[in-house]
């Protein structure tokens, strides 16, 4: 199970690099490493567990942030009581489309891999079409709002070398545009 030493902090260039494709069918490796990624955000989402272990709660966690350049992250979104919103591992992840409507929460963002808080709104789409391989190497499309769709952009950014303050504007970290919607 992973601790937090075993996540990989900005600053260690594996975080800015483009991860590579993963192949089907899966090596064991990389089936281990879908396992232990998912378990990361259950465990983490335990408030006993979490304090047990010191894990900083996630809702994803990217192969990057463990040290591992390849496409793959898992996304544990919970919703209202105990409801999972979304529960996957998304391998090979590509955004496909997405709305011209941007959406930032309204609290900002924060990564397991950025120990210090960068305020401001992370700009990005409301919605987006996610084409994907799933553990079983099906290729699966979804379409995506709000918190989710806001998820699944952190970890594919991940995946691309992208840290969620890149999307920060420098001047006007609190400027959103009039069409943008803020989720709170
Ligand atoms: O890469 C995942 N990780 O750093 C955990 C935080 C995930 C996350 C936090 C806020 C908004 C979207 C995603
Ligand atoms: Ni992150």
Same mark, same amino acid.
């Given at each position: 199970?992973?601790?937090?030493?075993?996540?990989?902090?900005?600053?260690?260039?594996?975080?800015?690099?483009?991860?590579?494709? !993963?192949?089907? +069918?899966?090596?064991?490796?990389?089936?281990? #490493?879908?396992?232990? $990624?998912?378990?990361?955000? *259950?465990? &983490?989402?335990?408030?006993?567990?979490?304090?047990?272990?010191?894990?900083?709660?996630?809702?994803?966690?990217?192969?990057?942030?463990?040290?591992?350049?390849?496409?793959?992250?898992? !996304?544990?979104? +919970?919703?209202?009581?105990?409801?999972?919103? #979304?529960?996957?591992? $998304?391998?090979?992840?590509? *955004?496909? &489309?997405?709305?011209?409507?941007?959406?930032?929460?309204?609290?900002?963002?924060?990564?397991?891999?950025?120990?210090?808080?960068?305020?401001?709104?992370?700009?990005?789409?409301?919605?987006?079409?996610?084409?994907?391989?799933?553990?079983?190497?099906?290729?699966?499309?979804?379409?995506?709002?709000?918190?989710?769709?806001?998820?699944?952009?952190?970890?594919?950014?991940?995946?691309?070398?992208?840290?969620?303050?890149?999307?920060?504007?420098?001047?006007?970290?609190?400027?959103?545009?009039?069409?943008?919607?803020?989720?709170?």
């Amino acid at each position: 199970m992973y601790l937090m030493k075993d996540i990989t902090r900005d600053g260690d260039p594996v975080l800015r690099a483009r991860a590579k494709k !993963v192949q089907f +069918p899966l090596s064991e490796a990389d089936k281990q #490493l879908a396992h232990d $990624l998912m378990e990361y955000l *259950v465990v &983490s989402q335990d408030e006993e567990e979490n304090k047990k272990y010191h894990l900083r709660p996630g809702v994803g966690l990217a192969a990057p942030q463990v040290g591992v350049s390849e496409c793959m992250a898992a !996304v544990l979104v +919970p919703g209202p009581d105990d409801s999972i919103l #979304l529960k996957e591992v $998304l391998i090979n992840p590509v *955004v496909i &489309s997405n709305s011209v409507q941007d959406a930032a929460l309204s609290e900002g963002e924060g990564c397991l891999s950025v120990d210090q808080d960068v305020e401001g709104y992370v700009v990005r789409h409301d919605r987006i079409t996610v084409r994907y391989q799933n553990l079983a190497g099906e290729t699966k499309k979804i379409r995506l709002k709000n918190y989710p769709a806001i998820v699944c952009q952190h970890e594919i950014d991940h995946l691309n070398g992208i840290l969620f303050y890149d999307h920060i504007n420098k001047k006007t970290p609190f400027k959103m545009d009039p069409e943008g919607i803020l989720i709170d």
